[in-house]
């Protein structure tokens, strides 16, 4: 079974500058997805960014990216010129064909950004 | 473009009793997905529905039960409800895979 790991339950940052959610997986599997979801207290999960593990590329989503590093498990996400609009808890999240597409969640990681 | 549509918001049921939670897919979507989320946890995962049938299933009890309509809309439904059932229920939809993988906002259910 596949298991998401986030080993950081609280981080916080000051606005404009950068911080780094750290993300570990275990899986057997060689193809599968990996998600960064974010949850405000409107309690919607919102994709903030993916990645395909076949890509060796990281993923870029303006100023969220990840570094993605398949042979350690490892998936952490950079949020740069953090904003007061990106408090909220952080989820990593694992899918795959071989799970049927169902997502797998760490326990997620607070930010809070202070001004 | 709707997205995910959940109903209702917020619920509060008594030990013992059952209750039904709806989703409604984003336009385009064919399978949804039901999460459990307890407070200060991440989403666990109930059910999956494609194609009016049940795909997949974790590890929660039979009491847990689900249905897909023609529509793609779903329910949730839980029998003998315990304390412990009180959580975040999270329904996500998507096109078969994960790409466009959507959530709604949830149900809020309060066991008292």
């Known amino acids: 079974a596949q298991t998401v790991t986030q080993s950081q339950p609280e981080m916080s940052v000051q606005e404009a500058e950068t911080v780094t959610l750290s993300c570990t997986y275990d899986?057997?599997?060689?193809?599968?997805?990996l998600f960064w979801y974010k949850q405000p207290p409107s309690r919607q999960m919102i994709l903030v960014i993916r990645?395909?593990?076949?890509?060796?590329q990281n993923a870029t989503e303006n100023r969220f990216s990840v570094n993605f590093q398949k042979a350690a498990k490892s998936f952490s996400l950079k949020i740069s010129d953090s904003q007061l609009g990106d408090a909220a808890m952080y989820f990593c999240?694992?899918?795959?064909?071989?799970?049927?597409?169902?997502?797998?969640f760490g326990k997620g990681t607070l930010l809070t950004v202070n001004p | 473009d709707a997205g995910v549509t959940q109903s209702p918001t917020h619920l509060i049921k008594t030990r013992g009793q059952q209750v039904t939670l709806r989703c409604s897919p984003k336009?385009?979507?064919?399978?949804v997905s039901w999460y459990q989320q307890a407070l200060g946890q991440g989403p666990q995962f109930i059910f999956q529905?494609?194609?009016?049938?049940?795909?997949q299933r974790g590890n929660f009890p039979d009491r847990f039960s689900g249905h897909q309509f023609p529509n793609y809309s779903s329910e949730l439904n839980v029998n003998a409800l315990l304390l412990g059932d009180s959580a975040l229920y999270l329904c996500?939809?998507?096109?078969?895979?994960?790409?466009?993988?959507?959530f709604g906002s949830g149900t809020r259910l309060t066991v008292v």
């Open positions: 999240a694992y899918g795959s064909g071989g799970s049927n597409y169902k997502l797998t």
């Open positions: 336009s385009g979507h064919d399978t």
């Open positions: 899986t057997s599997e060689s193809d599968y997805y």
């Open positions: 990645q395909e593990a076949y890509k060796q």
């Open positions: 996500a939809s998507s096109l078969f895979t994960l790409y466009g993988y959507t």
């Open positions: 529905y494609y194609e009016e049938e049940e795909r």
